[in-house]
């Protein structure tokens, strides 16, 4: 039996904050803020949105980004949403998940290195117990 390994990049859980501008609502608020669920160097998910997005929809975003506990720094990008997920708090909130289709290069390597080394932290965290 083989097993497929659909993600690209490691996932870690994170909370950052994050600015969202979707172009394609009307008549309604488009910008949007909203804290992240997880993160990896290919997206991101999106927590608790009550505003029902098609998948395939693009925005901009702006992921205020902890490199360090001294360092905070404004990562922009360019996304896509891939799925969307109900949440278990409240049926009328949707967890989004973003693939990042336009980000730097040097940003993506720094979430990289972030979800590397928080999943360290997650793994010794675990050992310990």
Same mark, same amino acid.
């Given at each position: +039996?083989?097993?497929?390994?659909?993600?690209?990049?490691?996932? %870690?859980?994170?909370t950052?904050?994050?600015?969202?501008?979707?172009?394609?609502l009307?008549?309604?608020? $488009?910008?949007? *803020?909203?804290?992240?669920?997880?993160?990896?160097?290919?997206?991101?998910?999106?927590?608790?949105?009550?505003?029902? *997005?098609q998948?395939?929809?693009?925005? @901009?975003? %702006?992921?205020?980004?902890? =490199?360090? /506990?001294? +360092? @905070? +720094?404004?990562?922009?990008?360019? !996304?896509?949403?891939? $799925?969307?997920?109900?949440?278990? /708090?409240?049926?009328?909130?949707?967890?989004? !998940?973003?693939?990042?289709? =336009?980000?730097?290069? *040097?940003?993506?390597? +720094?979430?990289?290195?972030?979800?590397? =080394?928080? /999943?360290?932290?997650?793994?010794?965290?675990?050992?310990? =117990?």
């Amino acid at each position: +039996m083989n097993r497929i390994q659909r993600r690209e990049f490691l996932r %870690v859980p994170a909370t950052f904050d994050v600015k969202i501008l979707i172009s394609e609502l009307e008549n309604r608020e $488009n910008e949007i *803020l909203i804290t992240t669920r997880n993160i990896s160097g290919g997206g991101l998910r999106l927590s608790g949105i009550n505003q029902p *997005l098609q998948i395939g929809t693009n925005l @901009n975003g %702006v992921l205020w980004f902890e =490199k360090d /506990q001294n +360092m @905070n +720094m404004e990562i922009e990008f360019e !996304g896509t949403i891939v $799925n969307a997920v109900p949440t278990f /708090q409240k049926e009328e909130l949707i967890e989004y !998940g973003v693939k990042f289709i =336009k980000i730097s290069r *040097l940003h993506q390597e +720094m979430i990289i290195r972030y979800c590397l =080394k928080r /999943q360290i932290e997650i793994n010794n965290t675990l050992a310990i =117990k």
